[in-house]
């Protein structure tokens, strides 16, 4: 992805209020001076389009039959990947339905069709080796996860661990080069942020 098609992306998700700086406490209980908010591209109909195309593009470039959108942040990402690319689209939900049909995994699929996961980014991996484990008890195949902003703090690597390969459209460290670039953000707050993405490993 070229550095033009990058800003093309970074400074709408900037200017939704995607990317934030300031002080916030993490799901972690460590404070950031940066968060991620892509949630509220849904409101936003342009930029969400852009986004499925860019997912759409990470996916095709990975054997699949699916993608999987994990619920809540990933899912209208994933449909719009799905629309995007022309790939069916398969959610694992959060919990057991106990009730009608009593799905663990909503749409059809076949037992050995291979997945590839979406969610909207990705900082220890934790979370995306939760959304794999009922895919893979479904009898599908996961090799390849699709994220839009990788955080660098772990997550790749964990994941390369279990055997699985990240693709993501963006990074944060590009994210913040094009905010400095377009001057939209203070080089000292960025700079904190660079600093806290190389030392901080958020679980």
Do not use: N, W
């Not at 342009?46 to 809540?72: H, M, S």
């Not at 942040?73 to 398969?90: D, F, H, N, Q, Y």
């Not at 979370?127 to 895919?135: F, G, T, V």
Request: aromatic share 6%; hydrophobic share 45%.
């Amino acid at each position: 992805m070229s550095e033009r098609a990058q800003a093309a992306l970074i400074r709408p998700l900037h200017a939704i209020g995607g990317v934030q700086f300031g002080s916030f406490v993490l799901k972690s209980g460590i404070t950031s001076p940066f968060y991620l908010d892509l949630r509220v591209v849904i409101s936003h109909p342009a930029v969400l389009t852009e986004v499925g195309r860019l997912l759409a593009a990470e996916v095709a470039r990975c054997r699949v039959d699916r993608i999987a959108g994990i619920p809540y942040a990933g899912l209208p990402l994933a449909v719009a990947a799905s629309l995007a690319g022309g790939v069916p689209l398969i959610y694992p939900r959060r919990e057991e339905k106990t009730y009608g049909t009593k799905r663990r995994i909503e749409g059809t699929f076949q037992a050995g069709e291979r997945v590839v996961v979406i969610d909207d980014i990705v900082t220890d991996g934790a979370s995306k080796l939760e959304a794999i484990q009922p895919l893979e008890a479904a009898g599908l195949v996961v090799e390849d996860l699709v994220v839009l902003i990788d955080r660098e703090q772990g997550g790749r690597e964990r994941l390369a661990a279990k055997g699985y390969s990240l693709h993501a459209v963006l990074t944060i460290s590009a994210c913040f080069d094009v905010l400095e670039a377009a001057g939209l953000v203070d080089p000292d707050v960025l700079q904190r942020a660079r600093i806290f993405v190389r030392t901080t490993r958020v679980v």
